[in-house]
């Protein structure tokens, strides 16, 4: 981990993002300045463990952070949740819930995050309109995404399982590689390479509904 210069690019971003939803003055930045921390994270670096998840918003400005999990006897890794540049993750189920979800908070790249301590967020919202919709737009997101992924994750076979990612999840597809897209899907590489090739072809040809249809 490396603590940046709150003029790095990172922090621009973040307050470009928030400015989209709410018009800020300068005690919002003020406090922003105060509370938040600007990280770089490389490769596979560990943001927090499930054993001892922090209190902590983390918003990606660039890179891709997930939740994750190695199986200690099988060293399978699943991924249960991602976030992408102007997306976040939350170390809790919510931030007054003493529960966390399952697994480690890692970067999946090399990742610039903007961390922000519940304990700041908590004593404003949900009186604070400008904090409160932050959190709001960015949980939402969240829950968006997790509905999407359960959706995907109801076919109980691989061909139409990877078949609805592909369709329903075009955003995840151009994050992830094909080893992290199995790792979230639950499928093999190999696999997931095969049915890649087939519906790529299919897409490029304009044939992509027809053969959603002859598989249903």
């Known amino acids: 981990m490396k603590k940046l210069s709150q003029y790095h690019r990172t922090w621009r971003k973040f307050m470009a993002f928030w400015t989209k939803y709410y018009d800020l003055n300068e005690d919002y930045i003020g406090w922003a300045l105060h509370h938040a921390e600007i990280l770089q994270f490389d490769r596979y670096e560990t943001l927090c463990v499930e054993t001892h998840m922090q ?18 006897d099988t060293g399978r890794r699943t991924i249960y949740q991602i976030a992408g540049a102007n997306q976040a993750l939350f170390t809790r189920y919510h931030r007054y819930s003493r529960s966390t ?11 610039f995050v903007v961390k922000i301590p519940y304990k700041a ?9 400008p904090l409160s919709k932050l959190v709001l737009v960015l949980g939402e997101r969240n ?8 959706d995907v994750k109801t076919h109980r ?3 139409p399982r990877y078949r609805s990612f592909f369709t329903m999840m075009p955003d995840y597809r151009d994050m992830l ?28 040809e304009g044939k992509l509904d027809s053969y959603n249809t002859y598989l249903r």
């Open 101 to 111: 979800p399952p697994g480690d908070i890692v970067a999946l790249k090399r990742t």
């Open 55 to 72: 209190r902590n918003l983390y918003f990606v400005s660039e890179g891709l952070l997930a939740r994750a999990q190695i199986d200690p």
């Open 177 to 204: 590689t094909i080893h992290q897209q199995a790792d979230l899907l639950e499928m093999s590489p190999t696999a997931i390479k095969s049915f890649r090739r087939v519906l790529l072809k299919a897409e490029r």
């Open 121 to 129: 967020i908590n004593v404003f919202v949900p009186d604070d309109l």
């Open 157 to 159: 076979k691989a061909e």
């Open 143 to 150: 829950d968006k995404d997790q509905i999407r992924l359960s």
